[in-house]
C-alpha cells in the first residue's frame, strides 16, 4: 500500500475483477503480465499468494463439458428460461467445444412438440439451434400474452351472460284493468301503427328450452305469452294514461299512481294537472 506508482501509470482497463468463476492461478499469470507492462511489481508475490488461497475453493465449483449432461428443461419450465440457464452454466466451461454444447442442450429438451421439430430439423451447429429456438421462444410468449387476456374476455362473457338472464320488472305501482286482452290490444295498436314492434321483433334466436306454446304478439317470439310481458304490460299502461287506450278501459279509472321512477315526469304533468282541476259554486277553478 506504501508503494508510489509511476508518475504515467495507469490502472489496466482490459483486465475485469475475478468474479469467482475459473482458476485464479490464470487470473494471477494473465494479472501478472498486464502489471509488468506496467511496471510495478515489486512485492507481487505477497498480493498474489493471498488472493490463491482465499479463492482456492472456487475452483472446486469449476463444471466440465460432462456436467452439461445433467441439465434437463423442467416439466414447467419456459425454453427460454431453460436457455438461459443452460447458457449460463456453458460460459463457465473453458475450451468447451461447440458440438458438445450442441448434443448436451438437446438432450435437456423437455419431450414435446419442440423436441420432435429439433429431432426432424436436425441443427448442425448452436447458430442454427439457437434460429429455431427464437422461434419457440417467440410462441411461448404469445401463448402466455393469451394466456393472460383470457380472463378478460371471461369477464366481458359473464356480462354478456348476465343481460342475457336479464328480467326487467314492472315500472308502475297499479296497472289499468282492461276491457279486452292485453295481446288483442297489443296486436291492434300495432296494426294501426299507433305503435312500433321493437326493431329485432320476429328475428330474435330461439333459446334452449323455449316454451314453444307461449308466444307474444309484441316482440313476435316464442317463450313467453303477452299477458306475462313486463315490457308490453308496462308500454300499455303507459299509452292507458296518456288517454291513448280509452276505448279499452270500462269506464274512467280514477287517478293513477305516477310510475317509481317518475313521479313528476313532464309527460304526465299536464294529464296530473288537468285531472286536479275542479269548479267551484262560483264558477272558478282551483
Known amino acids: 500500500m506504501n508503494f508510489v506508482l509511476p508518475r504515467r501509470f495507469t490502472l489496466p482497463t482490459t483486465l475485469t475483477p475475478y468474479d469467482g468463476l475459473g482458476d485464479p492461478k490464470k487470473y494471477i499469470k494473465k494479472f501478472t503480465s498486464i502489471m509488468i507492462v506496467n511496471g510495478s511489481i515489486s512485492r507481487f508475490r505477497d498480493i498474489s499468494k493471498p488472493f490463491e488461497e482465499h479463492f482456492v475453493g472456487s475452483a472446486i465449483y ?27 452454466i456453458a460460459l463457465s466451461i473453458p475450451d468447451l467445444h461447440p458440438e458438445v454444447e450442441l ?21 448442425k451447429t448452436m447458430a442454427e439451434f439457437r434460429e429455431k429456438a427464437k422461434g419457440q421462444i417467440d410462441i411461448e410468449e404469445l401463448q402466455q400474452a393469451q394466456k393472460l387476456e383470457k380472463p378478460h374476455y371471461r369477464d366481458d362473457d359473464k356480462t354478456r351472460d348476465k343481460k342475457k338472464n ?6 308502475y305501482e297499479s296497472y289499468t284493468q282492461f276491457n279486452t286482452k292485453r295481446d288483442d290490444i297489443i296486436k291492434e295498436i300495432l296494426n294501426s301503427k299507433l305503435i312500433k314492434p321493437p326493431r329485432k321483433a320476429g328475428s330474435y334466436p330461439y333459446s334452449k ?18 299477458d306475462d310481458c313486463v315490457i308490453a304490460k308496462d308500454l300499455l299502461e303507459r299509452l292507458a294514461r296518456q288517454c291513448h287506450l280509452d276505448k279499452y278501459i270500462g269506464g274512467r279509472i280514477q287517478q293513477r299512481a305516477p310510475p317509481l321512477e317518475t313521479k313528476a315526469r313532464p309527460d304526465n304533468m299536464a294529464k296530473i294537472k288537468t285531472d286536479r282541476t275542479t269548479t267551484t259554486p262560483n264558477n272558478q277553478h282551483v
Do not use: W
Open 209 to 226: 328450452g323455449a316454451d314453444q306454446s307461449k308466444y307474444c304478439s309484441f316482440h313476435q317470439k316464442h317463450g313467453h305469452t303477452t
Open 166 to 171: 336479464f328480467k326487467p320488472t314492472s315500472r
Open 103 to 123: 448434443h448436451a442442450i438437446k438432450s435437456g429438451l423437455r419431450p414435446g412438440k419442440f423436441q420432435e421439430t429439433i429431432a426432424v430439423a436436425k441443427p
Open 62 to 88: 469449476l463444471h466440465d463439458s460432462d456436467y452439461l449432461n445433467t441439465i434437463k428443461q423442467g416439466q414447467h419450465e419456459s425454453f427460454k428460461d431453460y436457455m438461459m440457464r443452460f447458457t449460463k
